[in-house]
């Protein structure tokens, strides 16, 4: 069965810290995919500064020729005063921004110009929704671990309200973004202090594994963010996404492999790929337990 002809495919930022000439020649690499949206930009910490803001935007110009449309994410955590002057610049950039904490939304609002709120930010509910779209919100990326029941739930509700939907955006496929904490898990493990961190997660280009006891797969440390430690995979469900409701499917950036994900994805939203089959054998490393309102590490449906 095929799907909405107008869905979109995404690719939310690096959530990982790479070196410069590592991230420019990934986007030199997805530039000819077929993406429609990139987020570009730091969500995790502000000392993870390889990259200028010029330098992001310089990526972004290049993606724009390209044919992509191109979004700013801000960081998801403020933890000092250095780290709203980097939310204001990037705010101030010129470029739609994925806000992924409440103080760029209030930039954004003051500036009354249309912005993206990311998954880090808790909007379960269409009273917030509501809120937010009178200040400017254009997108919706839910917290990953709401359902696709309360996804499709709250976008009925909003429309009880008389008010336009926003564009639906929703995570699916990568490691899932679960947490952020003022502490840093990198430093930590590594028997550093954050303040004099060295970047030391430079070295850990896919974060550091958790495992169980019994070697389970956890979560994967990633700085001050805790991410899954398995990836989420709902690609096999594309038209499901479709009937809740979802406009846009995001995918999340790996260190290899990632223009593969790119062409599954289209292949999916294109209507060739055998949901059934595929959905029965989701690598041993992915889940889409969130998506059924289940435990998000399992693998259901």
């Given amino acids: 069965m095929a799907v909405r002809n107008n869905m979109k495919l995404s690719l939310s930022a690096i959530p990982f810290y790479w070196a410069k000439e590592k991230v420019i020649h990934f986007y030199e690499q997805i530039a000819p995919s077929a993406l429609d949206d990139i987020y570009l930009g730091e ?11 010029e ?3 310089a990526i972004g110009k290049n993606l724009q020729a390209a044919g992509k449309q191109v979004y700013l994410s801000s960081l998801a955590l403020v933890c000092a005063n250095s780290d709203y002057k980097l939310i204001e610049r990037v705010c101030n950039a010129g470029i739609t921004v994925e806000a992924n904490d409440m103080s760029a939304v209030a930039l954004l609002a003051r500036m009354q110009v249309p912005f993206v709120i990311g998954s880090s930010i808790n909007i379960y509910n269409h009273l917030s929704l509501s809120v937010l779209l009178d200040k400017g919100l254009t997108r919706w990326v839910p917290p990953v671990e709401m359902s696709g029941q309360q996804i499709k739930e709250t976008l009925l509700e909003l429309d009880k309200t008389e008010q336009a939907r926003p564009e639906v955006e929703v995570f699916s496929y990568g490691w899932l973004p679960l947490a952020f904490s003022a502490r840093c898990f990198s430093s930590r493990a590594k028997g550093v202090q954050k303040d004099n961190c060295q970047r030391n997660c430079l070295d850990d280009l896919e974060g550091l594994s958790v495992q169980t006891r019994e070697k389970d797969q956890l979560f994967t440390l990633n700085g001050i963010q805790t991410l899954s430690g398995k990836k989420c995979n709902l690609l096999p469900l594309i038209n499901t996404l479709a009937d809740v409701g979802v406009d846009i499917v995001r995918v999340s950036p790996q260190l290899e492999g990632t223009l593969e994900v790119i062409n599954a994805a289209q292949q999916a939203l294109n209507g060739r790929f055998d949901s059934t089959e595929t959905l029965s054998n989701l690598a041993e490393d992915e889940c889409n337990g969130y998506w059924y309102g289940e435990p998000g590490l399992i693998v259901t449906g």
């Fill in 55 to 57: 330098d992001w935007l």
């Fill in 43 to 53: 969500t995790v910490c502000a000392k993870r500064n390889e990259l200028s803001l």
